[in-house]
């Protein structure tokens, strides 16, 4: 009989590995997103006056989003969302975010240093951006493939995306895949649902 028990016990043990093993890989493996692109060089001055480049961010998990300091409309609901990030991830010096203005010439280093004041801006690596119109249109509109345009008819004389980008340590662009198995690309930086899958997506990535 003992030996009957034995050979159960060790058929039990054999099943549950067989289970368990691949179970084990995936909790460690990398996190199954889709890459959809490269960030492309850039090279811009902060809140503080320091030239911050995609170099600066290398080797962290960070959000890009574009904005300007006078918007009336959506700029206001999608800081207080980049506010819940810095929240969750305060103290953590591998993420950050990239907040480019697509006015630059109202939003000088002054400009936007007092804006990240009124949020009450904290985290180190949280870099309001500004420089050079072209450039960052360049990267907004071509390298991120997110539109942005001066308008006179829109609110603030500017219209732009309300997408958050979501970069990996290499400067790739990441996202999770839909139910559909299509990739997301980017993240609704209006809607608390997506705040909340961003940040699930932040930490597996960290």
Not at 123 to 136: R, S, V
Not at 175 to 202: A, C, Q, T, V, W
């Amino acid at each position: 009989m003992k030996n009957y028990s034995y050979i159960g016990i060790s058929f039990i043990i054999l099943i549950f590995g067989i289970w368990a093993v691949p179970k084990i890989i995936d909790h460690f493996k990398s996190p199954d997103f889709a890459t959809t692109g490269q960030v492309p060089d850039f090279s811009f001055t902060n809140q503080d006056g320091k030239t911050i480049t995609n170099e600066t961010f290398k080797g962290k998990v960070y959000v890009v989003e574009f904005f300007f300091t006078t918007c009336p409309s959506i700029c206001p609901i999608m800081n207080q969302n980049m506010l819940q990030l810095q929240k969750e991830f305060y103290g953590n010096t591998n993420f950050g975010i990239a907040s480019f203005t697509i006015d630059p010439k109202h939003d000088t280093p002054d400009v936007l240093k007092q804006y990240a004041i009124s949020y009450e801006v904290v985290h180190p690596n949280w870099h309001f951006l500004t420089g050079d119109k072209e450039k960052i249109y360049a990267l907004s509109n071509e390298g991120f493939k997110l539109y942005t345009a001066e308008d006179e008819n829109a609110a603030g004389g500017f219209e732009h995306s309300g997408l958050f980008a979501l970069i990996d340590q290499e400067g790739n662009i990441r996202s999770r895949y839909d139910e559909f198995g299509n990739p997301k690309i980017y993240y609704n930086g209006l809607e608390d649902d997506e705040i909340k899958m961003l940040k699930e997506d932040i930490k597996k990535l960290l």
